[in-house]
Every structure is written in C-alpha cells, then in structure tokens.
C-alpha cells in the first residue's frame, strides 16, 4: 500500500485548505484511513480517521466542527478540509492506512495503523 499525501501549505489563521490522500495498492475492501499530524517536539496525534466501509468518521477534539474527512472509494483517495485553522494545527500531516477486520471499527490509535506516507506540510500564521 501507498499513500501520498497533497494539499499542504502556508495559511493564514482563520484560513481554509485541503488535504488528499491517494491510495495505491490497496486491494482490501475494509480499512480505516485517516489523518494525523504531529508537530515538533511532539507526539503524533489522531485528527481524523474514516471506515471506508461504513462511512464512519472520529475526529479529535480540538478539529470537531473544524475539519471535516472524506473519501472517494473510487478512486480510494481521502480528503481533509481544514477550516478555521489556528497556530495550533501548524504540524506535519500524515495519511495512514489500518486494514480492520469485518467486526473492528475505527479509532484513532497510531499504533494501529500499518501503512503511512510521507506527510505534507500545514503552516498557520
């Protein structure tokens, strides 16, 4: 599994932007895919993660009612649109991949999550 990750940038606070995530390579029909951040001298964090087969989302506190999560099954790509961004989401962003199993349901734990790209970017100032 791959997983590219686009979108990211420089952005006022108060400003808007999305993040894609394109997966390749995954033939598996139950996942979770999602996104999580981690800025420097920190620990990565969950933001948001979505079940691809129940369309199930879980968002961390600090981004409810900010950021919304998405996907695309087609084209097995997952978006983040980021609103209202503030300092505190400056961060390195990264797509993860969890293959659940039928009875699993998705969570935000990094450990679970097996497959990761190589992160974008988001700068609030």
């Known amino acids: 599994v791959q997983l590219v990750e686009s979108g990211g940038g420089s952005v006022q606070i108060g400003g808007s932007l999305t993040l894609a995530c394109a997966a390749s390579g995954l033939t598996y029909t139950l996942y979770c895919i999602g996104w999580f951040r981690q800025a420097p001298g920190k620990e990565r964090e969950g933001v948001a993660v979505i079940d691809s087969g129940t369309g199930r989302t879980v968002y961390a506190d600090s981004v409810k009612g900010r950021f919304t999560i998405s996907q695309d099954n087609g084209k097995k790509t997952v978006y983040l649109q980021m609103n209202s961004l503030e300092p505190e989401d400056t961060a390195m962003y990264y797509c993860?991949?969890?293959?659940?199993?039928?009875?699993?349901?998705?969570?935000?734990?990094?450990?679970?999550?097996?497959?990761w790209g190589q992160g974008t970017q988001v700068t609030v100032s």
């Open positions: 993860a991949v969890h293959l659940r199993g039928l009875r699993d349901t998705c969570a935000q734990s990094v450990g679970d999550f097996r497959y």
